[in-house]
């Protein structure tokens, strides 16, 4: 990472901590589900930027990893978020191997068809299981504590907007780090090889499926944990979570960011909710308004908002 | 070190290879020649085990390889390259040979390790790139270098996971007429360097395949010709017939 570049995030890092000083509690709420796609986001993007797989069933795990924090909450006594989210990763793993094991085998259109196919099926468990799951009304996901404290003389908003808003910060910087740390290993060069050329990466010794199904695995953890962030501020988890155009939206946040750059997805994020709020609340057909973005995307900035950032660049130097 | 005995390999009822038996031995430098069609890129895919054969035995290393895949055989020292180029676009030179270096030294599922800092596989990607002249290219993505050098790359690739043997599909494929020995003896001194043991190659040009084999194999309608030294194979009028061909007025 370039010295401006490494200002930058420190500089986002400080200012993303500083909200809940400065801004309403309104827009320090929508900060947790950009905090909570952005984990997922960071674990998909491994499976679609490094290693060229997309998958239109993550939702599944999401929904995974929050029926997991709801289940554990409201069933189990299970109030701590560190175990909840241990939980939701290991949930989300324990489904990630088999459904896995048999989408790597497949690559484009019938891996993400494959993918979306698994997210259905889950989605009709949950909707039609209704005694385990709640059905259409879902379960709730009752308030977790934080770091050995329940936070108990907090109301709902201080302690979203307080603890909980750094709470899941500090998961959205760890899980950067990790993934940071993941991309940059002999690991993420791999996946690379095996996104670029499936056939030379394996005349180099490098095993495609197997890659293919580790990048799968730690997608679908990273989607486990950010369910659980996502269930908390809702405070109930329904079968929505799990459904195909949930699984949609993600891939819209990731190219809407920019899939080929690190921090693309969390910046598609980051516009995405904060776009869907400002449309909403002008616009009741705001998938319209998406829909259209989507389409100028693809037909001209398929780099994302991180494409068109880094072509600006050099146009601003030359005017220096 | 390698050998194929009594291959044979059909598609549907096309006879794509008939019987054809080959060995190599340590230190041979050895040359498949053949005309469009004879069965020499069918004949490379079966030996690096990317084909099963549909009768015969392949052996490398005192094992039976048929069919256990390209994975499988660059672990056990068996390395090659394509005769379409074959590169990553996205990755830098030095990259592709890092990818090469980490996938010989087995450390591909260190997730949490940094590529930087791994010495020993920075050393050897930045040794194979300075072997083939890469290596003022190194940053330079794949994608963005001419031609002929991604054909070198895709050849340093391979070496750089210091294999026993390299098979090689037509090295010279892409590359100008002027630059096709320079090529050459990037690649049989770089084979001296890295320490290689055999090395096959499928190739067209005979000028090459003459100035550089040990031995000669000539294919044709997938079956052996001839298999002899250079100099046996251009006195044998079936293969200067069939595969060779006579200049005007010789």
């Known amino acids: 990472m370039t010295r401006s570049g490494a200002a930058a995030l420190i500089l986002a890092v400080g200012a993303i901590a500083a909200l809940p000083a400065i801004a309403p509690p309104y827009y320090v709420t929508l900060m947790l589900p950009f905090m909570a796609y952005g984990v997922v986001l960071l674990g998909l993007n491994l499976l679609f930027g490094y290693t060229g797989l997309v998958s239109f069933g993550h939702a599944l795990f999401i929904a995974i990893g929050a029926y997991t924090g709801a289940v554990l909450t409201t069933h189990l006594a299970v109030r701590q978020m560190e175990l909840i989210l241990l939980a939701a990763a290991l949930a989300a793993a324990l489904a990630a191997a088999p459904v896995g094991a048999l989408c790597a085998r497949y690559v484009k259109i019938y891996f993400g068809m494959l993918t979306l196919a698994f997210g259905m099926v889950f989605y009709t468990f949950l909707l039609k299981f209704y005694r385990l799951t709640g059905g259409d009304e879902g379960m709730r996901m009752l308030r977790p504590s934080l770091l050995g404290s329940e936070w108990s003389g907090f109301s709902k908003t201080a302690y979203l907007v307080g603890p909980y808003y750094y709470f899941s910060l500090g998961v959205l910087v760890l899980a950067t780090l990790v993934m940071w740390r993941i991309v940059r290993s002999p690991f993420g060069l791999c996946l690379q090889t095996v996104r670029d050329n499936p056939l030379k990466a394996e005349s180099l010794g490098v095993s495609v499926p197997r890659y293919r199904w580790s990048a799968f695995m730690i997608s679908a953890v990273y989607a486990g944990v950010g369910g659980a962030l996502l269930a908390t501020p809702t405070g109930n988890v329904d079968p929505t979570l799990a459904y195909w155009t949930h699984s949609g939206n993600i891939v819209f946040m990731i190219l809407l960011g920019g899939f080929s750059s690190f921090f693309g997805p969390l910046l598609g994020a980051f516009a995405f909710i904060f776009l869907q709020d400002a449309v909403m609340s002008v616009f009741p057909y705001w998938r319209l308004i998406f829909g259209a973005i989507l389409a100028f995307i693809v037909l001209f900035a398929p780099g994302g908002l991180m494409g068109l950032l880094a072509r600006r660049r050099p146009v601003e130097a030359s005017r220096a | ?250």
């Open chain 2, 1 to 250: 070190m390698l050998e194929a005995r009594d291959v044979r390999k059909l598609y549907g009822a096309y006879v794509a290879l008939d019987g054809v038996s080959l060995s190599v031995r340590e230190g041979e430098f050895v040359s498949i020649i053949g005309p469009n069609g004879a069965g020499k890129s069918t004949l490379i895919n079966v030996l690096t085990g990317v084909l099963a054969p549909s009768a015969g035995v392949v052996r490398f290393k005192d094992r039976d390889i048929a069919g256990i895949g390209p994975v499988a055989l660059a672990r056990l020292g068996m390395a090659r390259s394509f005769q379409l180029v074959q590169i990553f676009p996205e990755l830098t030179v030095l990259e592709t040979l890092q990818a090469a270096a980490v996938a010989r030294l087995g450390r591909g599922s260190r997730l949490f390790a940094s590529l930087r800092g791994d010495r020993q596989v920075q050393r050897e990607a930045l040794e194979v790139a300075e072997l083939f002249g890469l290596a003022d290219r190194s940053h330079h993505p794949a994608r963005s270098l001419p031609q002929g050098h991604k054909k070198l790359l895709d050849v340093a690739s391979a070496f750089a996971l210091r294999p026993d043997i390299i098979l090689l599909d037509e090295p010279t494929s892409g590359v100008s007429t002027a630059d096709k020995h320079g090529v050459m003896e990037i690649l049989v001194s770089a084979a001296k360097r890295i320490g290689l043991r055999a090395i096959i190659q499928v190739e067209h040009d005979m000028d090459i395949v003459f100035g550089y084999s040990d031995r000669v194999v000539a294919l044709h309608q997938g079956r052996i010709l001839a298999d002899a030294p250079p100099a046996a194979i251009r006195s044998d009028a079936r293969v200067v017939d069939t595969v060779i061909g006579r200049r005007r007025g010789g």
